[in-house]
């Protein structure tokens, strides 16, 4: 039996709906080269520099701090705010394919993601999808970031959200469980079959 009132459903962006990886678009200036790639992603524009990003800083500040450090890679610490669009594989079918019914069923949905604010001005014009939700609330504009609380705090108080009719998605699970104790149900996302099953099973679907 569905959950009473479980009834708003909250969806991270990266990871869930759209295919954003940043070797989408280095495999490329890598030419393939697999262990290069993995290693400049690691030691270079790596994942913690990327997550200042997603907490409001610039893309052209954080080029101007690894260029400091880099000065070799100056090219590929470039691309890597110049080129986001490549990055963006596309949706993630099943995923979309979800959200299109819940908003067939007059769902109300909401967007929480970490994503660097310059970046997602892309995202908003690329992808028609994200004008279906009521409200979006992105951590580079407002310069908090899953898991903090902050995020959360601003998304329900923005938008009115009783946290205990709603369903938060989200691909990493640490920030899944970071929604639990304002008491959202969270999900944490592996692939668009099992998130179909649990929204059945919670009489969304």
Same mark, same amino acid.
């Not at 009834?7 to 990871?15: A, E, H, Q, R, S």
């Not at 099992?194 to 679907?205: H, I, K, P, T």
């Given at each position: 039996?569905?959950?009473?009132?479980?009834?708003?459903?909250? %969806?991270? $962006? /990266? =990871?869930?709906?759209i295919d954003w990886d940043p070797r989408h678009l280095y495999r490329k200036l890598f030419a393939g080269d697999e262990a290069a790639m993995e290693h400049f992603l690691a030691t270079v524009c790596t994942r913690e520099w990327h997550r200042h990003h997603d907490a409001g800083r610039s893309f052209a500040e954080g080029a101007r701090i690894l260029k400091d450090q880099h000065p070799d890679k100056t090219e590929l610490i470039d691309a890597f705010g110049a080129r986001q669009d490549e990055m963006m594989?596309?949706?993630?079918? =099943? !995923?979309?394919?979800i959200l299109a019914e819940l908003r067939d069923r007059d769902t109300p949905l909401y967007a929480l993601s970490n994503w660097p604010a310059e970046?997602?001005?892309?995202?908003?014009?690329? %992808?028609? %999808? $994200?004008?279906?939700?009521? /409200?979006?609330?992105? !951590?580079?504009?407002? /310069?908090?970031?899953?898991?903090?609380?902050?995020?959360?705090?601003v998304l329900i108080g923005r938008f009115a959200i009783n946290p205990h009719d709603s369903v938060y998605i989200d691909d990493v699970e640490v920030n899944a469980a970071a929604a639990r104790p304002f008491g959202m149900h969270a999900i944490h996302f592996t692939d668009p079959a099992?998130?179909?099953?649990?929204?059945?099973?919670? =009489?969304? $679907?």
């Open positions: 039996m569905a959950k009473a009132g479980r009834n708003i459903v909250v %969806f991270d $962006l /990266g =990871g869930v709906l594989r596309g949706p993630i079918a =099943g !995923s979309v394919e970046g997602f001005v892309q995202a908003r014009k690329r %992808f028609e %999808f $994200l004008r279906w939700f009521r /409200g979006i609330v992105i !951590s580079g504009e407002i /310069g908090a970031i899953k898991p903090q609380p902050r995020i959360y705090e099992a998130l179909r099953a649990e929204l059945v099973a919670l =009489g969304l $679907l």
